[in-house]
């Protein structure tokens, strides 16, 4: 049988394990918020392409240089641990190898990274790709803290239940949009959004709504970002973590639309397929852009 030693310690295991679980994730969110609009420019893409390892070390190198600096104010773990120089080296190896799995992964997801990209065009476009990535990592306390005023929560009136909840619907939304075109505004007018649209096919623009989903209810209900108690609790038409996420993932595919539309990516004549495509393609970092602008409110 167990004892009590015993209990305690596979319970210490399971805690720490949680905890570094939840700090893995929170610097992913950082990376994605950070990393996301770099990855949709196609220059980086075509440096990566052509870099030799020797920039390849320069790149990584100057990476790590700016993370461990970042690293030693902040971090990406809620509960910082980096009081001695060596533990902000590793910190740093952390941050750098979660900012290379999300480039990787993402550049995966666009296809920039095939069965047919050759070693050492996938290992520059990751390794440059990573760069902010990396320092989003090392910036995610930074990005989104525990800013939350709960007396101001206190504030909110109770008496009108109907008004409460279309009051947050109507604050979500707007902050959905405000957020998503923040981050999608300076990639709707390029070409990488037809250009990546034209290599998709539907199964594929499937992942891409998968993995905005994903990312979405990460930032906003995982990552440990401002006060996700409140953030569950708040009232809303559609304000649990699941519907919460579709709902406000529908906004970002209309605003991606209306921005493609601004700038003339789209026109009423094109079918609507090309619409759906475009805006599915340029609603990955609309709905990260999204999810960011609804924990600042």
């Not at 929170?26 to 949709?40: A, E, K, Q, S, T």
């Not at 990592?137 to 930074?142: D, G, R, S």
């Not at 949009?177 to 070409?191: E, K, Q, R, S």
Request: aromatic share 12%; net charge neutral; with cysteine.
């Amino acid at each position: 049988m167990k004892t009590l030693r015993d209990s305690l310690t596979e319970k210490n295991y399971k805690n720490i394990w949680l905890s570094e679980f939840n700090n893995i994730i929170r610097g992913m969110c950082g990376g994605f918020l950070f990393g996301i609009p770099l990855l949709y420019t196609m220059e980086v893409w075509w440096i990566g392409s052509s870099a030799t390892p020797r920039m390849m070390g320069v790149a990584l190198v100057s990476t790590f240089f700016v993370v461990f600096l970042l690293n030693r104010t902040d971090g990406f773990r809620k509960k910082r641990r980096v009081s001695q120089p060596y533990e902000s080296v590793i910190e740093t190896v952390e941050a750098m190898a979660i900012g290379l799995v999300c480039s990787a992964f993402l550049l995966s997801i666009l296809q920039e990274l095939n069965l047919d990209t050759s070693i050492h065009e996938a290992v520059g476009k990751v390794v440059y790709e990573s760069v902010p990535f990396s320092i989003g990592v090392a910036l995610a306390n930074k990005f989104l803290g525990d800013s939350r005023n709960s007396q101001s929560q206190d504030k909110q009136q109770k008496d009108n239940k109907n008004n409460d909840e279309l009051n947050a619907t109507l604050s979500d939304i707007g902050a959905t949009l405000i957020g998503g075109m923040v981050i999608a505004f300076n990639i709707a007018p390029t070409d990488e959004v037809p250009m990546l649209a034209a290599a998709f096919s539907e199964p594929w623009l499937l992942i891409i709504i998968i993995v905005s989903l994903i990312i979405s209810y990460a930032i906003v209900f995982e990552s440990g970002f401002s006060d996700q108690k409140k953030r569950r609790q708040q009232r809303g038409i559609f304000q649990r973590p699941l519907s919460e996420t579709f709902a406000c993932y529908i906004v970002s595919l209309f605003a991606s639309a209306f921005m493609l539309w601004f700038f003339q990516r789209l026109t009423f004549d094109d079918p609507w397929t090309m619409w759906l495509n475009y805006s599915i393609l340029l609603g990955l970092p609309a709905t990260v852009g999204g999810a960011a602008g609804r924990l600042a409110v």
